[in-house]
Nanobody, 123 residues
Framework: QVQLVQSGGGLVQAGGSLRLSCAAS????????VGWFRQTSGKEREFVAA????????VMPGSVKGRFTISRDNAKNTVYLQMNSLKPEDTAVYYC????????????????WGQGTQVTVSS
């Protein structure tokens, strides 16, 4: 059974930092591209970052570039999202996802999804 288990998140003041982790089990995620998405109530899931299976290529939108870093440790089957200089507009439920079904990492079409973790940034 494939599982993506997320950890991290919580409440932080604006300007603070958090690190999210996404650990895969029952699945060798080291051969899979992984993405992070976020979602707020009533809105579509928004692309946050993606990393290739080797870690050699990362993609993220301008809204988080320079503040967020995505990385992976394939020996631990884990992908990380380091979030710095957090803003209130970063408040959302964050999801990791593995093994995209398409070619565009921005599209939330992945085979496996984590359970989601709340990130709340207070002003």
């Amino acid at each position: 059974q494939v599982q993506l288990v997320q950890s991290g998140g919580g409440l932080v003041q604006a300007g603070g930092s958090l690190r999210l982790s996404c650990a895969a089990s029952g699945y060798t995620a080291s051969y899979s591209d992984v993405g992070w998405f976020r979602q707020t109530s009533g809105k579509e899931r928004e692309f946050v970052a993606a990393i290739s299976w080797s870690g050699g290529r990362t993609v993220m939108p301008g809204s988080v570039k320079g503040r967020f870093t995505i990385s992976r440790d394939n020996a631990k089957n884990t992908v990380y999202l380091q979030m710095n200089s957090l803003k209130p507009e970063d408040t959302a439920v964050y999801y990791c996802a593995a093994d995209p079904t398409g070619t565009d990492p921005h599209v939330p079409s992945y085979k496996y999804w984590g359970q989601g973790t709340q990130v709340t940034v207070s002003s």
